[in-house]
């Protein structure tokens, strides 16, 4: 089975080679708005709607004037491939799959597009457009196969990065029986129906004095001043460090969970509302729930295995496992808790996981969305209207 796949590697380059970057990210970037610029007034002056083509052919005219004609010192080709993103990021706002399309700036992450036609690759090294050097890649792993397009980029920290796509043939794993329901808490990050209990490392908060003392420092520098670029790197570097080790962990915890696990029955969280809670915010955002979600989404499509995701407004903490009895309230300190029906004793959270993975099994067995929630709300609201009727 094909399956685009992308491989992403930390580089390093020359002097030369930095220059003709910085070139291009600032050409790309100036691209981007200027297109952005256009398509926005297009829609909201004229009621037009400019597409990738339209773009393609004013670009030209652009290149041609006296005041913009630097935007010839760069390939050509990553400054089409990125009117094709502009195109792209509208596609998904109409679809609603994203926000409006905001304007790039200069401190944010830059990057650049090469199809295969601006750079070279024998599947050693790789020469871009524009340059006489091949990069100085940092091979972590191998890849088979020729990269269709391949992308440059450099983040706040101003670390450099490659990433090759490639159509990659994956073979799905071996079946297996094993089937669990997770629960994603604050406490620990994910809780199985079996029990088991990953711990939350909490990387934010381990790096949160640290990061506050630098933002303190940053925020006492001159604008402009060298200090202050310093004093803003130290700042990008901190978050880069607390940004790689979450993502590598929720990489390892998927990877092993895909692995041992046929089918996996998840929460349909809501991940952008539930972080509104001011007294939770940075917990959550520090947990990545939305992006483990993600994570084992493209995998299970990948190696053969089955997600399952059940409603969000299925009541899977406060309904006993057991006999089905559920609680009118369970406050977020109650961790244990006895079933007053059948006299159960919980954990909450394998609780919450065993009723998932239920659930999760229903809904893939029938292909209908559980929601018992709903069904319970509306008898109290029967009853409440019932007995206000009788008083009156």
Known sequence: MLKSRAYRYRFYPTEEQKQILARTFGCVRYVYNWGLRLKTDAY?????????KDLSAQLTVLKRQPETVWLN??????????????DRTFL???????????????RDRQFATYAASAFK?????????????????????YFAGVPSTVTVSK???????????????????EPTQPQIGIDLGLTDAVILSTGQKFGNPRFFRKDEKR?????????KKQKGSKNRQKARLKVARIRAKIADRRQDFLNKLSTQLINENQVIAVESLQVKNMIRNRHLTKSIADVGWGELVRQLEYKADWYGRTLVKIDKFYPSSNRCFDCGYILPRMPLRVR??????????????????QNILAAGLAVFACGEAVRPARKLKSQRAGKLQRSRKANS
């Open 44 to 52: 909201y002056k004229k009621g037009q709607r400019l597409y990738y």
């Open 155 to 173: 983040d706040t920290a101003e670390r450099y990065f490659v990433t090759f796509f490639v159509e990659a043939e994956i073979q799905p794993k």
């Open 92 to 106: 998904n706002f109409f679809e609603g799959r994203s926000g409006y399309p905001q304007f790039h700036k200069k």
């Open 73 to 86: 010192g760069v390939s050509s080709v990553a400054l089409q491939q990125e009117l094709r993103h502009l």
């Open 211 to 219: 990061l506050a003392k630098a933002q303190w420092r940053l925020a």
């Open 336 to 353: 244990l808790w006895t079933c007053p029906k059948c006299g159960v004793q919980h954990d909450r959270d394998v609780n919450a996981a």
């Open 121 to 141: 690759w024998d599947g050693e090294q790789l020469i871009l457009a524009k340059m006489q050097e091949p990069l100085n890649i940092r091979w972590s792993r």
